[in-house]
């Protein structure tokens, strides 16, 4: 290898510098430096061929750079030739003997012209040019010189593949998609797809670039799929490599998990790492993994396959693992929290908060009769709106009601999150009467039967009672819908999560044994029902007559028996504390502290709780991870003197997070205490941050794209998730990472 260098060095020596003796006579140039001798003469001596007389003219000077004069043989040289030609491929005439054939000076196949299209005279040429390169930038070697060219092309190299890592950056952080189907920039009819015409479109502004596209030599464009599969891998290992390096330095981490089918039909398990570095909570994407089965054991083996892939301490430094409330999850014996459990013994199980204040409300609606019936017509009445024909009669009401609103839609229900019903709730309450009057406008209508016999039925259901259950859910379920929006927060722990728990709790208790709000509702039902034109109190119904067989009997309920609520001691009755009586009923099941000693623990470092490092709460909490409960002791009763000692102008913790920050100059002196602060605050609230990643998910992995690999799913949603992490990538240390990995180089990066 060395001796092929040294072999390539040697002839571009050859090329650059000038031969030791330099042919033609001596009143020529003699070295390089000199330039071309050009004497400017009165008269030039005349030649007499064939009876025409012809002589050398000074203006061919200008026309060719490299044309020199003798006058001792009356004859022009080339000066390029003669200083940097090898003696090989020299041509005579325009070396040793001279040309001064002046009829032929200017013919096209021969003279001048001829010379000057000849290869060894622009090798010459060439060699002439780099050598005043190297005069004038004062490069000492032709080494040196050679040197200086590797190191621009390598420059310019680095620049391009920057450029090209920048726009597939843009393409993924953006969820758009790359490929096209014809990936092609020479046929302008056919889309390449975004990323080549992004591509194309940069270089246009950058001469430097744009000369790569004017070749046909499309390998040295690096715009190839495995390529960008080896960008976007590279760029994806060094945010997550970023990722994992604050874990690390936090010490101890949480894993947050949960499952979706994608567009594929490919079981996805979305892991995310919650951990406390830089004074901040973080909640970081690390990988997508495909579910080859979906038993516990399966789950549990990738889980942990993924952690330890990435160099993480499962059995010493996971404290807390987070997922939903399905079975094969949270399952005590055989769940994958068990199986974890097995191998790291301090990650404690948290069921999502989220979930299971969707499973109160579920409970809730699914219990009482009147509220399943109630979103059973809410659910009938999204239909009947949805059909085209009523849509856009309903869209013509609302703009004939209210022409300074926009329009609204009646929204479908989930039955996954029972808190955003809220909105459907709102959006009826707010529009009944336009509701009411495309309601009305198909029921007399004749065009199509069925239609007008569901638009009666539905309108008879709109009584008093609709619209009292309508106002009581819009408040219940907008107290719900707030408290989920602060569970699914990324700062949220658990101890501030029971405390908003807590507040939900009591603001329900109090409307519970007042009767303000229950008259509040009745008040609203009862304006609106005026306005929109519904009876308030509703017709007198038949009495049932009992059998004759029950005649002696005292009957307190008939099945079937519709409960009346036109009265408010009828609505509070058969409505109103039921459903608060059910919701507090479901809070104290779901959220009960009293037999969970980590939540009992959380509470008692949370500055802002009664139980404040109350040590008979913490014990509890401290043997589940080992800490010495003598030293724990010791640490909460300094502690509380330090707190007692903070100047008035500091500001005292008032969180879990704010603790911790407050106790990192001290982290030496309450070493117990920190390192229970520290996981307190990493352990799991809910599982929202991997629903987040599911809707990238669906950004991504669209049925046009459903072909694509997990690993560069993985890579492109990592890349989407932590767009924040990957804007901040270093380039320049970019490239020296995909040129370590990339061993099939066509372009020098270094």
């Known amino acids: 290898m060395q001796d092929a260098n040294e072999s390539e060095s040697e002839n571009s020596a050859r090329l650059l510098l000038p031969a030791t003796r330099v042919p033609g006579p001596r009143d020529l140039s003699q070295s390089p430096d000199d330039g071309p001798t050009r004497p400017l003469l009165q008269h030039y001596p005349v030649t007499d061929k064939g009876g025409r007389k012809r002589c050398f003219r000074s203006a061919w000077y200008q026309q060719y750079s490299w044309l020199e004069y003798s006058q001792i043989t009356n004859s022009v040289y080339c000066f390029a030739c003669r200083h940097f030609c090898c003696k090989e491929s020299a041509t005579d005439s325009f070396t040793v003997s001279g ?3 002046w009829k032929k000076a200017f013919y096209t196949t021969a003279g001048f012209p001829q010379h000057d299209i000849s290869a060894p005279h622009m090798s010459a040429m060439v060699a002439w040019c780099n050598y005043k390169q190297m005069k004038q930038s004062g490069t000492s070697s032709v080494q040196a010189m050679i040197d200086e060219q590797y190191q621009k092309q390598v420059r310019e190299n680095r620049e391009y593949v920057k450029t090209v890592a920048q726009v597939l950056l843009l393409t993924c952080t953006q969820n758009i998609a790359q490929r096209g189907h014809r990936e092609s920039l020479s046929d302008v009819t056919v889309n390449p797809g975004n990323f080549r015409k992004i591509l194309q479109l ?18 040295s464009r690096y715009t190839g799929k495995d390529i960008q599969n080896e960008i976007i891998v590279a760029m994806a290992n060094m945010v997550r490599d970023q990722i994992v390096e604050d874990v690390k330095s936090s010490g101890v981490f949480s894993v947050i998990v949960d499952e979706t089918k994608d567009c594929a039909k490919t079981e996805q398990l979305s892991i995310v790492l919650r951990y406390f570095a830089h004074s901040k909570l973080h909640e970081s994407f690390l990988d997508f993994r495909a579910a080859d089965g979906l038993d516990a054991q399966s789950l549990s083996t990738e889980i942990l396959a993924a952690l330890r892939t990435y160099g993480l301490d499962v059995v010493s430094n996971l404290v807390g693992q987070g997922y939903d409330g399905a079975s094969v999850m949270s399952g005590v014996n055989r769940g994958v929290q068990q199986k974890i459990r097995e191998v790291a013994p301090n990650a404690v199980y948290v069921h999502c908060y989220a979930h299971r204040l969707n499973l109160v409300v579920v409970d809730v609606c699914k219990d009482i009769p009147l509220a399943r019936q109630f979103f059973a017509l809410l659910e009938r009445l999204y239909v009947f709106c949805s059909h085209s024909v009523p849509h856009q009669r309903w869209v013509e009401v609302q703009k004939q009601l209210y022409p300074q609103d926009a329009p609204r839609q009646l929204q479908r229900l989930s039955d996954t999150r029972w808190a955003c ?4 709730c709102r959006n009826i309450r707010d529009r009944l009467d336009a509701l009411i009057e495309t309601l009305c406008s198909f029921s007399e209508s004749s065009d199509n039967a069925d239609r007008s016999l569901e638009a009666k039925g539905l309108l008879a259901l709109l009584d008093i009672r609709f619209v009292l259950m309508l106002n009581m859910f819009c408040d219940l379920l907008g ?88 009265s408010l001691p009828s609505f509070k009755q058969n409505v109103y504390v039921p459903v608060v009586d059910r919701l507090l009923t479901e809070l104290d099941s779901r959220f ?3 037999a969970n000693s980590v939540m009992i623990g959380c509470q008692a470092l949370n500055p802002g709780h009664s139980s404040f490092l109350d040590c008979n709460k913490l014990e509890p909490f401290a043997h589940i991870y080992n800490i010495n409960i003598e030293d724990l002791r010791h640490e909460a009763y300094q502690l509380r003197r330090l707190l007692e000692r903070t100047p008035a102008d500091v500001a005292k913790p008032t969180s879990l997070v704010s603790l911790v920050c407050f106790l990192e100059p001290y982290k030496l002196a309450f070493q117990e205490i920190a390192r229970l ?55 320049s240390a970019f490239v020296d990472e995909f040129d370590s990995r990339h061993h099939n180089r066509k372009l020098l990066l270094h």
């Open 677 to 731: 602060l520290s996981i307190a605050v990493v352990l799991p609230v809910s599982s929202a941050a991997c629903e987040r990643s599911f809707s990238a998910l669906k950004l991504i992995k669209t049925y046009l794209r459903s072909t694509m690999t997990n690993d560069r799913l993985s890579s492109v949603a990592l890349l989407s998730i932590e767009s924040t992490r990957a804007q901040n990538i270093d380039f």
């Open 421 to 424: 019903r809220v909105v459907a």
């Open 479 to 566: 107290k719900v819908q707030l408290l989920s929006n602060q569970l699914q927060a990324k700062s949220v722990d658990l101890a501030k999560a029971a405390e908003l728990v807590t507040v939900l709790r009591d603001s329900l208790q109090e409307a519970r044994q007042s009767d303000e709000q229950a008259q509040q509702f009745f008040d609203a039902a009862q304006e609106q029902c005026n306005k929109c034109g519904i009876d308030v109190i509703p017709p007198a119904r038949r009495t049932a007559r009992l059998p004759r067989r029950f005649a002696n009997a005292h009957v307190m309920e008939t099945v079937g028996t519709r409960c009346d609520v036109d």
């Open 592 to 594: 009960s502290v009293e």
């Open 202 to 219: 940069v270089v246009q502004h950058d001469p430097i670039l744009q000369a790569r596209f004017l070749d046909d030599n499309i390998v």
């Open 99 to 101: 040309f001064q054939n």
